[in-house]
Structures are given as C-alpha cells and as structure tokens.
C-alpha cells in the first residue's frame, strides 16, 4: 500500500511508534477556517466522533452542558455546546480515546462563536498508545500551540493541525498550559484523522525527466545544496550523496547506521524557494534497501538541520517485493508551498530489516511564466478622510511595488495598497509593477482624485448634516431634561442619579458635558426607540481615572442584552456589541487602549452584518455576524447613556464624562467620521503658552524632609500641594511653575 498525509504544520514532532520520544516544539495551523479544514480533511474519517466508538474525557466539567462529550458529538458549526472546565486553571483537559489503536495524522480543533475570552491559552496536544487511555496513562507530546485572543473577543475558528503519521495511537487529549483570559476555556469539537493516501505521479527516469524538464533541481550540492543526515553507514554512504546529482543508478547511496524508526536524511538550499515536487529513489542491486514508510517534510528555517522546525509534506509507503525491487525514480507533486528552506525524508523500515538506502533526493519549484493582469487597478473621486483601496489581480505575480505620479510609494509593496484617512495631497496617478522570476508588468494607471471635507461653523452643524435621528448635546445646564435634537426626537432624555452639568468639554466647540459619578441608578433614560436595521452610535466620552475595574466595563450607550452597547471594556479598549435578528453575538474593539482622563471620540457602526468601531477617526477590528440590527432590549427596555442593562443591577454604569451622544439609522462612512472628529478641534492653531518655572532639586538621604512653600521668607509655610518630585540617582527634582510674586521653598523634617 502506498500513502501520503500532507500538511502546513510547522513543528519538529515525536517520532513514529517505537523511537524516542522528540521534544515537542511549536505547532502550527495548516488551514484555518471551515471552508478549508473541511477540504484539508474531505475524504477521511474523524476516529474521534463519538457515533464511531470514540469516547471523551477530562480533569473536569463546568456542567452538563459544557461537558467533555460535547468535544466529539460531531457539531462544529459554532451553535453546538462546548466542553469547558470547572476551573481557568492550568492543567486541565479535555480528550477523547478511540475504539481501537489507529495511525494518526492530522487533528483539528476549535473554540466557539460567541464564547469570547474562552480561546486564549496554550495548548499542549498529546498521544496515548495504551489501551483505552484515561487520565492516568501516559501521553507523549505532540506539539504546543499558542492561541492568541485578540482583545479576548476572537474564538480560536476550526484549525487544523498535521504532522509526521503517528501509528498506535489509542486516544488523544488537550492539555492546557496557560489560560490567558483569565476565565475557563471552551472546546467545541476536538477532531482526529488519519493521513490522507496518494500515489506518485510519475515513475520511472523517462517519465520523471519529462515531468521536471525545464526546472532546476534545488538540492543539488553544485548550486549550494547542502546536505545532513541523522547518521552515516560510512564515508561511502553518506548524507552528500544523495545532492551529488548521480541519478543513473551507479553513484552511491546514502544509508544510515541504524535500521530504526525515525532516520533521516535532508537538504539545506542555498535560499529560500517555493517548491511543489520531490522526486527520490532508490538504487539498483541495493536489495531490501527501499521497503519503508518515508515521510517528506519541508522547513522555513535558514540552514535547516536536525533541531529546526519540520512539516510534514506527505508519507508515501513502498512495498519492496520480495525485498528485491529497489524504489524506482518516483515524482510527487502538491500544492505549491512557500519560502522553503530545506527538505528531509524521515523513514521508518518496514519488511526487509536492514537500513535502508536514498540514491538521490531531488526538489522543483514550479514552472513559472511571466505575471499578467486579470483585474488592473481602478482610480476614482473620494471624500478626504476615506479610506481608499487601490488593488489588483494578476496570475504569477510575487512582488508589487505602487508608485504615484511614477515614483515609488515606500512601503507598497503587496497586491492591495491602502490608503487609510486620504487626505488631498493623496491625490494622483497610481500604477503598480506586478513581477516573478520570470518577467515583470506594469498595470494601467489610476488616477484618483481626493475632495477636500467640508468646513462646518459649529460641531452641531457637522452632526446634523449626517441626519441623527437622535441627538444628545448634553450641553444642558441645569433641569432634568436631556436635549434631542435628531430628527425622530420626541421629548428627550431624562437625567437620572449622580449627573452633574455643565461641565468644560473637549473644546470650546463642543460645549458642555455631563459627567457622569458611575454610581448604580447614574445615567440619562432616552426611552425605547429602535433606529433600524442599521447603526452608527457616537460620542465623546473620558473615563474618569479612578472609574472601578469591577466590573471592568463602562457602558457609554446602549440597549443591551439585546440590541447594542457602545463602552470600555477590559484594558479600556473601546468597544461596540451587538446582536442581530438571530440573537449572533458580534463584538469590534479599538485599535489600542483609551487613555483615561483624556477625550475619545468613538463611533460603532453596524450595518450589512458587519460591525466596527473607530477611536478618535482610527479603525480598530470589524467582525460579520451578518443579519439586521435586532430590536430587543433590557427589561426594563430602554437605551441608556451611561449605563446599561437595568441602569442599577450589575449595569456598568460610567464614571467620567460624556458629551455629544448621537445615534443614525445609517451607516456612517470613514470621511464623515473622520469629519466629525475634526470638527471638534478650534478653528485655529493651538495656542502655546510659556510659564515661568524653577527647577528644585534636594538629595533623596537623610530621608523625610518635606518641601515647603511661603510667600514670605519668615512664612508662615505649607507644605507643597502640588506634584511630588521625582527621583533620579539619588536626588529629587521638582519643576514647579511659578507667577510675578514671589515664592520661598525650605525642606523641613516633621
């Protein structure tokens, strides 16, 4: 029989049953995503579903929903239960053992949509080859992997892991190592397969010439191949003779010391290169030299030897009749893989008992032609403050570089060129240069023209010419009524609990704000209203410094659990949630964390399925759950500005201020965000103000001297009330403003 596994997993794995164990390394996904793990695994049986006799495991569960079976009942389309611990602990895990001993391959496993923060962690995946294997038995790593959550909001999506076959395998399990959300993890299906089967597709010397005619063989030592082995039989059967380029039978053979599982023998290229064949064979008259089990693997280390990183590219079984049919010249293609830096045949005897023997170990990129264009790029007329995608599509191409106007754009250099917040000086002629090793093209130009933004009088004027449908200024000075001034406004907004008015905002521009003390019962009530299927909500916000971080949120707008809520959530990323018609949970984050005390303006917007949200005119991530904006809220069910939920009951209510809260049945677009933004600035250039100061210093020992300040030199003195000083190798300094009058400074010990 003869089989091959493939994989993109990057890792340098145990070796096959009955070698030493290897130190486990870092794993890496092959393919990501449902649409690509099903194809990856399309045609192989899943040995760890429960309706095949697979049975699961763990240290422990949360409950009977969230129990190890929910791992291999086969639903993993993201609305199935999932397993999760009892504890956010390390160490606990989730496996499942299978009916009978099995070759393992690949293994495949996911978080689950909505189940946010439960993704983040270190994961250990392991073996087991006694029987029925449980917690007690002994598990050999395969592999780590790190999942990294960002904002603790992104389930780790079905990912698919294969590496050099593992045969005897009885069950498999999860171990975690590190749990980074600081919640318990959550795994809804936890997957096993066997290595796919393939034959070569050309054997024989006159069929394997034709197939690499015209294409370079990268291992040859004369073009800087370098060759290493695990072990040597001798001088004559060494590792350099398989890149020697000897492939009429009569050169010598590399062969190892040993007959054991696990023997190999590689090539270093001189560079890089993309490959998507291996040609190797045996050697006639080396009888009982080729019946093994080889698996090909590739790495993307520079001079890759022994301890680097390996992925399996495929295992390939050849029966050596009567263990005299040497493994003739045999050619095997896959898809087209990247920046590879060496090849290895890891090989496992099989039959015949003696060591066995590689003539020659050949590797071939693929035959390329010229790029073309299938799509050239397209210019337009854009609002300053878009962001602008200029893109093109070709066959062949591997290198890009935009230029504007004929000169190069530093840094252009991939098939899509972004230009986030255009401005007017972005405005010109853009053409792309699409090349390979084999030629190179120019696209057609683009000319793209950007439009200066308009220029409103007042912050007002910029809101309402995007048509709120409510509009809070909050620019009230006394009384309990809220302002709406949007266009489906009704009696406005009422006051509720610790809301002081009045208060400065951002500029002059903007008016007064409303500052909020967070206490359960503080927010402003605007009554139930749905905008739509649609959503942009905005406002300015600054979260007051000493706002608590239990709970770490800090609701700015919303009507949720239901609909949507604009906050600071953990690590004061702005955030927006919301959930559609079919109650899909979506979230979109900042692009870093808000600064406390300071003003943000932040804008979420849903629409098309897609949610996003913008920090001071900045994007951060964007998720499609699809569907509409869904119309349910709270009970009682009402949008809030400064709280949520209830407003009094675990509501997350704000501590800080909060002004200019507006909410748009459409979607606002980059340039009228970004225009909003600007809006807010004085229509002049800041003012700098030079003050006179003096600079204090004082040695830090003896310690306990207080500094005091009098507008007298005999006093009376005060202790100083403004900053403290700051210590710098052993002595305080101080810069301290200072008027016409004159101050005196002592240091006094109490």
Request: aromatic share 10%; proline share 8%.
């Amino acid at each position: 029989m003869k089989t091959k596994i493939l994989s993109t997993l990057f890792a340098l794995f145990t070796g096959m049953a009955g070698c030493p164990a290897i130190v486990a390394a870092t794993l890496t996904p092959g393919v990501v995503g449902d649409v690509d793990v099903a194809a990856a695994v399309a045609g192989r049986a899943n040995v760890a579903l429960a309706s095949a006799g697979g049975v699961a495991f763990s240290s422990s569960d949360l409950g009977p929903n969230y129990s190890a079976p929910d791992v291999n009942d086969g639903v993993i389309d993201h609305t199935g239960f999932s397993w999760i611990p009892a504890t956010a602990n390390v160490n606990e895990f989730v496996g499942v053992r299978f009916p009978g001993a099995n070759t393992l391959g690949a293994v495949v496993w996911h978080g689950q949509t909505g189940y946010n923060g439960r993704s983040g962690a270190t994961y250990s995946l392991q073996y087991s080859t006694d029987p029925n294997p449980g917690p007690g038995s002994t598990w050999t790593d395969i592999g780590a992997y790190t999942y990294t959550e960002a904002n603790c909001a992104t389930p780790m999506p079905r990912t698919y892991f294969a590496f050099t076959p593992i045969a005897g395998v009885t069950g498999i399990r999860l171990l975690f190592t590190a749990v980074n959300c600081g919640i318990q993890p959550a795994i809804q299906e936890l997957e096993a397969y066997a290595p796919a089967a393939v034959s070569p597709s050309a054997v024989g010397d006159g069929p394997v010439a034709s197939a690499i005619a015209g294409r370079p063989n990268l291992c040859l030592a004369g073009s800087g191949g370098v060759a290493f082995s695990s072990s040597d039989l001798g001088p004559n059967y060494s590792a350099p003779d398989v890149n020697d380029g000897v492939i009429d039978q009569t050169g010598f053979s590399w062969i190892p010391a040993s007959a054991a599982p696990g023997q190999f023998v590689g090539v270093a290229f001189p560079a890089p290169a993309d490959i998507d064949s291996v040609v190797w064979h045996g050697q006639t008259g080396y009888n009982g030299r080729s019946g093994a089990t080889y698996s090909l693997e590739y790495s993307r280390d520079l001079n890759p030897t022994a301890a680097s990183s390996w992925t399996a590219i495929g295992s390939y079984s050849y029966t050596e009749t009567g263990c005299a049919t040497p493994m003739p010249r045999s050619f095997f293609s896959f898809a087209v893989i990247s920046n590879v830096a060496g090849v290895r045949l890891v090989i496992t005897p099989v039959g015949c008992g003696i060591e066995p023997a590689i003539q020659e170990l050949e590797a071939y990129g693929p035959l390329v032609s010229p790029p073309t264009i299938v799509t050239q790029p397209v210019g337009g007329t854009y609002l300053e403050g878009s962001d602008v995608v200029l893109s093109v599509e070709t066959t062949g191409g591997t290198a890009f570089q935009w230029r504007k106007n004929g000169a190069v754009v530093a840094g252009a250099t991939t098939a899509i060129y972004l230009i986030a917040n255009a401005s007017t000086n972005d405005s010109g002629r853009y053409s792309v240069r699409v090349a390979n090793s084999a030629g190179a093209v120019v696209s057609d130009p683009a000319d793209l023209v950007i439009t200066p933004a308009p220029v409103f009088a007042t912050y007002t004027e910029a809101i309402l010419a995007d048509n709120p449908v409510h509009y809070y200024p909050l620019d009230d000075t006394a009384g309990t009524t809220a302002t709406d001034l949007g266009s489906l406004a009704t009696g406005g907004g009422t006051y509720t609990g610790g809301i002081t008015l009045g208060q400065p905002s951002i500029s002059s521009r903007l008016g007064r704000a409303a500052k909020f003390d967070g206490a359960p019962g503080t927010f402003v009530d605007l009554g139930l209203f749905h905008v739509g299927d649609t959503l942009t909500v905005e406002a300015w916000a600054s979260l007051d410094p000493a706002a608590n971080n239990n709970p770490a949120f800090h609701a700015i707008v919303a009507r949720w659990d239901g609909s949507y809520e604009l906050d600071f959530a953990p690590g004061d990323f702005a955030n927006l949630v919301v959930r559609n018609n079919n109650n899909v949970f979506g979230l979109a984050a900042g692009p870093t964390p808000s600064a406390r005390g300071q003003w943000h303006h932040l804008v979420g917007v849903f629409a098309d399925g897609v949610l996003t949200v913008y920090v001071d005119g900045v994007k951060g991530s964007e998720q499609d759950i699809g569907g509409t904006l869904q119309d349910a809220g709270p009970a009682p069910d009402r949008v809030l500005i400064g709280g949520t939920r209830s407003g009094t009951v675990a509501s997350f209510n704000f501590r800080g201020l909060i002004d200019e809260v507006a909410l748009y049945d459409t979607a606002l677009s980059a340039a009228q965000i970004r225009g909003h933004f600007r809006a807010a600035a004085p229509s002049g250039p800041p003012v700098l103000t030079i003050q006179k100061a003096v600079l204090l210093t004082w040695p830090a020992f003896p310690p306990n001297y207080v500094l005091q300040t009098a507008s007298a030199i005999n006093g009376p003195y005060a202790n100083y009330a403004g900053e403290p000083p700051t210590l710098q190798g052993g002595t305080n300094k101080l810069t301290v403003p200072i008027g016409n009058a004159q101050v005196f400074f002592r240091l006094f010990q109490p």
